[in-house]
């Protein structure tokens, strides 16, 4: 694919100083989403494979992962945290709680919210599967030197920052 990005299209659109490019103008190559989801989707697709040794989805590891660093989280936090649908993720820890990985108790202040941790089978589980997770992420940084990972990661901040809906 032909590469057509000039380095000046984010500078002078944003003075007003240039008409909005087109995608060929800039070529997927150049265009930051088409990047971020195709890194996500061979991400999810490589983490979907390694995860079928462990009989787990991705959603119950997004949720272990996310509880294995919380005391506890409500299942609003918890399905933003984990970058999924509240719907998916309540059939999430139905199936969680039914393996004995985690537990949710209403909050005594408000019964109507319900806190949500993880058990120790459940810390055990996502301990099995971290290896593997932290494998797949050191092979998908290899090559990148640390300065370049953490100028990568205040990038991802801010553009974070930009688009966020959640003050999470």
Do not use: C
């Not at 697709?45 to 995860?51: F, P, T, V």
């Not at 932290?134 to 370049?148: A, I, K, P, R, S």
Request: charge should be neutral; avoid cysteine; aromatic fraction near 8%.
């Amino acid at each position: 694919m032909e590469e057509r990005f000039s380095g000046t299209v984010l500078r002078r659109r944003k003075e007003g100083t240039e008409k909005r490019p087109t995608m060929g103008e800039i070529g997927l190559n150049h265009f930051a989403p088409y990047l971020m989801n195709r890194l996500m989707a061979r991400w999810n697709i490589n983490m979907s494979e390694e995860l079928r040794e462990y009989d787990m989805t991705t959603a119950k590891m997004r949720a272990l992962a996310v509880l294995s660093i919380s005391s506890s989280v409500t299942i609003n936090e918890l399905s933003v945290f984990a970058v999924t649908e509240q719907s998916t993720m309540s059939r999430t820890l139905d199936s969680l709680e039914q393996q004995g990985f985690i537990r949710r108790q209403p909050r005594v202040e408000d019964m109507r919210i319900r806190d949500v941790s993880i058990t120790e089978e459940g810390r055990a589980a996502f301990e099995k599967v971290w290896p593997t997770m932290y494998d797949l992420f050191l092979q998908m940084f290899d090559g990148v030197e640390e300065t370049e990972y953490r100028a990568f990661i205040s990038t991802l901040h801010k553009v974070l920052h930009n688009i966020r809906k959640h003050e999470i």
